[in-house]
């Protein structure tokens, strides 16, 4: 029996119509069809897939969180690729390959019960892993020169995203600090006037406060939003994905009663693995040091950044380069995955 409720044309439209708005504003109009059409494309290839094939027995919650990933990483990578100078004529090949890797990674690893988390890490490994593959493969075919294959491993739109959003989040904690400091009131939704009245969704304080995370969650990474969705009660998780389906959801809840309940549940969204320790991460790294000398690990590393190098190497010596844990933690997978 095919996946009741599984829209998956009209939700992987629905996807591409949100990436969009996410377009770097420098690319013209063949750079954003191409990240659209291929977001499109391998979301509604993966969402059909999954409909049609009854063996793999996967719920509507599955089904859409599978289709998700496929579509953010398919619009991450196509936005790498143009911005490496790799010519367009290898793009498509490229970007197969990688739908083709989280299709099947993510099937295994959804069938298998693995968590939400490790599933995420483990695909994001096999992403990254696949795409430096295939610009090694094309410097190998002498199809590209080394100094374009580095320029294309050095791209990583999810990790400029990442670093946009903390600056942002940042600049905005300063300027609230100044105006307390001053004596001036902080507004609490950026200025902008709240509309006042009754709202379809605020009968109910726990629909409204899942509406309102939905809310939230629609301006996230998706590895963070399912992460979070990982520790709620399943149906509470699935009402919130159904939610974030919603293109009109923001125009239901009345933005005071969803700022009180942003107000109520911050301090109570659950944290990220917390068995990922810097210590533990060292461990890791020294542990692949006993399977591969520093000439190996050179090789193995040759189109990683040079953070990445550096903390691998610092790792080696006991020292803890400061970057993200769970970054960290995908590092140290890697190398462990390459002994």
Request: some cysteine; glycine content about 6%; overall charge negative.
């Amino acid at each position: 029996m095919a996946i009741q409720g599984f829209d998956y044309k009209g939700f992987a439209q629905n996807l591409a119509q949100q990436a969009l708005e996410l377009i770097p504003p420098d690319f013209n109009d063949n750079q954003e069809n191409y990240v659209a059409n291929t977001l499109l494309n391998f979301s509604t290839v993966a969402g059909q897939a999954l409909y049609d094939d009854e063996s793999l027995g996967f719920n509507l919650d599955q089904a859409v969180m599978i289709t998700q990933i496929i579509a953010e990483w398919s619009f991450h990578k196509s936005v790498d690729l143009i911005r490496s100078g790799i010519p367009q004529q290898y793009w498509d090949p490229i970007m197969q390959k990688i739908a083709f890797t989280i299709f099947e990674i993510a099937k295994n690893a959804f069938h298998q019960g693995l968590p939400q988390d490790q599933c995420l890490q483990l695909i994001e490994h096999h992403v990254k892993k696949t795409y430096l593959d295939c610009i090694a493969e094309l410097k190998d075919k002498n199809l590209i020169d080394e100094g374009l294959m580095e320029q294309a491993a050095s791209q990583s739109n999810i990790d400029a995203m990442m670093q946009q959003q903390a600056q942002a989040e940042q600049a905005q904690a300063q300027a609230q600090a100044q105006a307390q400091a001053a004596g001036m009131p902080v507004p609490q939704n950026g200025g902008a006037a709240m509309p006042a009245g009754p709202a379809p969704l605020g009968a109910d304080a726990k629909v409204l406060k899942l509406a309102t995370l939905a809310m939230l969650f629609q301006k996230m990474k998706q590895e963070k939003v399912q992460t979070i969705l990982n520790k709620f009660n399943p149906d509470d998780a699935q009402s919130v994905i159904k939610f974030m389906g919603m293109p009109d959801l923001g125009s239901k809840v009345d933005a005071g009663a969803a700022l009180r309940c942003l107000q109520e549940i911050k301090t109570s969204i659950p944290k990220g693995n917390q068995n990922v320790t810097p210590s533990r991460i060292l461990n890791k790294i020294q542990n692949v040091s006993q399977y591969l000398d520093k000439s190996q690990l050179e090789q193995t590393l040759r189109l990683e950044r040079s953070k990445v190098k550096k903390f691998v190497f610092s790792a080696l010596e006991g020292e803890y380069y400061e970057i993200p844990p769970k970054v960290a933690n995908i590092i140290a997978t890697h190398l462990e995955d390459s002994v």
